[in-house]
């Protein structure tokens, strides 16, 4: 019977191999999801080869369970059978004699419940009984017992390979452990590595953080007080140009530096670096500034040198070095300014003398009190006389002609020495006045700008025009006694009109260049001017009242008025001419000038000494003396018709009423 053959089993005539699991006539299930049978790890460690099975996969399962295993693990897995419940009580709950609530395994710590049971099996159709007193039962039961030994003997070889299996296993899981507990350990030194380098990563963040700190504020106070070698090298050593400036610029600027955190901190650093910087200052920078402006101002004395060019290329180029000495060493940049004006003021001077010497040999007319409006020889002999006389080439002292070319030319440049001195045309005052004067204007504009371009903002404004004035104070004296030399004899009135417009148009000029240093000069040149202008006007007043007293005051006779003649007077023309002249000259003047008083007065003494030549030519005759006087207005207002301005309308309307009022009994 399979009961007594399963009782016979446990008490066992042949003991089964240790540790291993029973033999039972269910099927066997893998895990515990198939069955009741439950493959559990026992507690506590085993030899490896002991709890093996033949017919289970414990050993590659423990291997996949040992490599799943973490670091410091033993990696040793044993798989053994459970002590499962007895057998009997297993038989009588599938029979249904036992509940299977009270099956309980003492040997085990899990328990079979109503669950574990729940699967079916498939007998044949037959029960549990029949199914144990069947034949095929008896059979496979005497089949299994010849079993036991006797194959077990033949198949020791089979055992001894798989047990030697077993072994090369257990060695390569030995080497396998040997390998992860050396990764383990690995991997634990470079943790420690890790947090090593994390900390270290941490402090170096501290202290670099800590250093940006530090460098955010000491860097500019380094910044400014460092001097890089280039710099220093360039300064004691390098060519003075664009590139010196830059560094001289950094040089300066460092030494502002040095002053101002030497005044606020008094640190050691500081204080080494003073003297150093000091000497790079005074003893290399300074030095060497001195000595190239010395050299530039002894060009300055080199003959047939033109000044301008070298205040242009070497002063205003580098003018950042005079601003940098009078900081640093304000005597010796005094001193550099005196030698500068002492030399230019000597150029100015020496050039101007040479071109007033020049202009000295251009011919002028000649005018003198010969030339007055009523001299002795005005009378219808006078272009006879005057060709006659030696006094020069022929002139009109009263036609203004071209001479107002002057004014209204386009061409600002001055004659040069070398014209002035091969000209051989003859010219009035006007022209050597205008070249001088020019030519001055000229220079002393470029001369103030250049000053004030490279001595400010070192000098004032008022500091640069006492130098300026001091650079042209004999050129100015020079330019003043030219003009006093050319008007101080002359009796032409025109040319020293017009020598006041071309002093007007300078000042003029220098308003817009913005010079005020000259004005002292064009102010004294003009109080020059109109003295002698009202000088002259006052000599033709003069000759005309001398010419009107020196008429008969007696009426002619008749005889000798039906004899005269009614034409104009040559004085009516001569005083056309010089009123057109004025007039010309005045187009834009104001009534508040001199020259308007003088031509009123001239005016009325024409007036007067027509009326007593009317009377005087033609005695009672009034319609002849009315037709002379008109003759005489309409010329002078034909003369002076074409002319514009505020003050010619006035003597053109003057001039109207006379001749309207002498047409009628004309």
């Known amino acids: 019977m399979w009961l007594d053959r399963l009782a016979g089993q446990q008490a066992g005539t042949a003991s089964p191999q240790p540790n291993s699991r029973p033999m039972s006539p269910l099927p066997r299930r893998t895990s515990s999801s198939r069955g009741p049978y439950l493959t559990s790890q026992r507690a506590g460690n085993t030899p490896r080869g002991s709890s093996l099975s033949l017919v289970s996969n414990d050993s590659s399962s423990s291997l996949l369970s040992s490599s799943r295993r973490v670091n ?12 499962g419940p007895d057998p009997e009580e297993v038989l009588g709950a599938l029979l249904g004699s036992t509940p299977a609530g009270s099956i309980s395994g003492d040997r085990t710590k899990s328990s079979i419940t109503r669950h574990d049971l729940d699967f079916s099996f498939d007998f044949g159709g037959l029960s549990l009984r029949e199914l144990a007193l069947d034949d095929r039962s008896s059979d496979s039961a005497s089949i299994y017992r010849t079993q036991t030994i006797e194959e077990y ?25 040997t390998n992860l507990t050396s990764f383990r350990n690995d991997l634990a030194a470079v943790s420690a590595d890790i947090e090593t380098l994390q900390a270290r990563s941490t402090t170096l963040n501290i202290k670099l953080e800590n250093r940006k700190a530090v460098e955010k504020c000491l860097g500019p106070i380094v910044e ?10 360039k300064i004691a050593e390098g060519h003075i140009d664009d590139v010196w400036v830059k560094a001289l610029s950094e040089l300066d600027r460092r030494a502002a530096a040095h002053k101002k955190n030497a005044a606020q901190t008094d640190t050691k650093a500081l204080a080494d670096l003073g003297p150093l910087l000091e000497k790079l200052v005074l003893k290399k920078a300074v030095e060497r500034i001195r000595d190239f402006l010395v050299a530039q101002i002894k060009a300055l004395r080199s003959p047939h040198i033109n000044a301008q060019i070298i205040q242009q290329q070497n002063f205003l180029k580098f003018k950042e070095l005079f601003s940098f000495l009078h900081k640093h060493h304000a005597t010796l940049a005094d001193e550099i300014c005196l030698a ?7 150029y100015y001077a ?28 005005t009378s219808r002999k006078t272009t006879v006389l005057s060709a006659s006389k030696l006094s020069g080439p022929p002139h009109d002292t009263f036609n203004l002609g071209r001479r107002i070319d002057l004014l209204k030319t386009t061409n600002q440049a001055a004659m040069s020495s070398y014209l002035a001195e091969e000209d051989q045309s003859t010219h009035y005052l006007e ?16 001369e103030y700008t250049f000053l004030v371009s490279f001595f400010s903002p070192s000098l004032s404004f008022a500091t640069i025009n006492r130098h300026f004035n001091y650079i042209f104070e004999p050129t100015f004296a020079l330019g003043q006694n030219l003009s006093r030399s050319l008007v101080a004899e002359t009796y032409d009135g025109l040319g020293l009109l017009l020598c006041v417009r071309l002093n007007q148009h300078l000042a003029f000029e220098l308003q817009r260049r913005r010079i005020p240093a000259v004005d ?62 004025i007039l010309a000259l005045s187009a834009e003047a104001g009534d508040d000038e001199p020259v308007v008083t003088s031509l009123r007065r001239l005016r009325g003494e024409v007036e007067a000494f027509l009326a007593r030549q009317g009377q005087a030519s033609f005695g009672a005759d009034a319609r002849k003396r009315d037709r002379f006087l008109y003759n005489n207005y309409s010329l002078v207002l034909t003369i002076i018709g074409d002319v514009s301005g505020k003050l010619a309308a006035e003597q053109q309307e003057h001039f109207e009423g006379l001749k309207a009022s002498f047409q009628e009994s004309a």
């Open 340 to 346: 500068y004006m002492n030399t230019i003021r000597w």
């Open 224 to 233: 400014d007080l460092s001097i890089s070698p280039a710099v220093v090298s």
């Open 72 to 83: 410091g693990s033993t990696l040793k897995q044993s798989t053994t059978a459970p002590d």
């Open 520 to 581: 002292g000069y064009v102010n004294g040149t003009a109080m020059l001017l109109w003295p002698r202008l009202q000088s002259v006007m006052d000599a033709h007043c003069e000759s005309v009242r001398a010419l009107t007293s020196s008429l008969p005051a007696k009426p002619a006779s008749a005889a000798a008025a039906r004899g005269a003649s009614a034409a104009p007077h040559v004085v009516t023309q001569r005083f056309g001419q010089l009123l057109h002249g």
């Open 350 to 377: 020496n050039q101007f003398a040479r071109y007033e010497k020049s202009l000295a040999k251009i011919k002028l007319h000649h005018i003198d009190k010969s030339d007055v409006l009523a001299h002795e020889d």
């Open 153 to 177: 003997e033949r198949e020791k070889a089979k055992f001894e390979e798989l047990h030697r299996s077993i072994r090369a296993c257990d060695d390569i899981l030995s080497s396998v452990e």
């Open 431 to 446: 022209v050597p006045f205008r070249n001088f004067n020019l030519a001055l204007i000229d220079n002393a504009s470029a």
